[in-house]
């Protein structure tokens, strides 16, 4: 019996947000390409194809010993995925803006018109695809969203996490739920399920 195929679409902020959340401080490490396989199963689908939502970080006109070095972890990071050929990551940029308190604040940006681009070609480019899973919390896909399931007919199928307490990170508007064909939360397990596997070389 042959299994549905899918893509899945990743926005890392979530995911960030997400690991250290339930990592109680400490950040969750995984395999991605395993996670997008294991949500894709529970709705009894294939993960034909990942599409990985991602920014470097902040860089200063003069780098900071601090700044390159996370841009070196995050080359590594992003190098580490395109080994994989079903994975495909896209990089907005990093925006750096001071609050009303003085304090710098660090915001992804272009992320959601590259993933709005890519679900706009998905039936060009998959024209098999009728079910995609989108990992994500933030509303302003909710016009792709919508587009993609009245003019190509494909159920988009949300995967998020939200709770109930005042002033949360984790508030989730109910545009983003009522726009999708299907709403399910993430688990802890759906992240610690999907341990890295080191290599005979890295170990």
């Keep these: 019996m042959n299994v549905e195929e899918t893509l899945v679409f990743i926005d890392e902020g979530l995911l960030k947000e997400l690991m250290e959340f339930f ?21 009894d689908l294939f993960c034909k194809h990942l599409f990985y939502y991602t920014c470097p970080p902040f860089q200063s006109d003069k780098p ?14 992003v190098n580490a995925l395109l080994k994989n050929k079903s994975i495909t990551v896209r990089e907005g940029r990093c925006q750096r803006l001071k609050n009303d308190k003085g304090e710098f604040e660090y915001h992804q940006k272009e992320v959601d018109n590259l993933l709005t681009i890519d679900m706009g070609h998905i039936k060009d480019d998959f024209p098999e695809i009728k079910k995609v899973v989108l990992v994500s ?3 302003d896909f909710c016009p792709s969203i919508r587009d993609v399931k009245k003019r190509d007919k494909i159920e988009v199928i949300l995967y998020t996490y939200f709770d109930r307490k005042r002033k949360s990170k984790f508030s989730l508007s109910n545009e983003l739920i009522d726009c999708c064909s299907s709403c399910f939360k993430l688990t802890k397990e759906d992240f610690t399920s999907c341990p890295i596997i080191k290599s005979r070389k890295e170990k």
Aim: glycine residues 8%; aromatic residues 10%; positive net charge.
């Design 23 to 43: 990592g109680e401080g400490a950040r969750l490490r995984f395999d991605k390409f395993e996670f997008a396989k294991r949500i894709a199963k529970k709705q």
């Design 137 to 139: 919390s933030d509303t």
């Design 64 to 77: 900071t010993e601090d700044e390159a070095s996370r841009k070196k972890g995050h080359d590594k990071f």
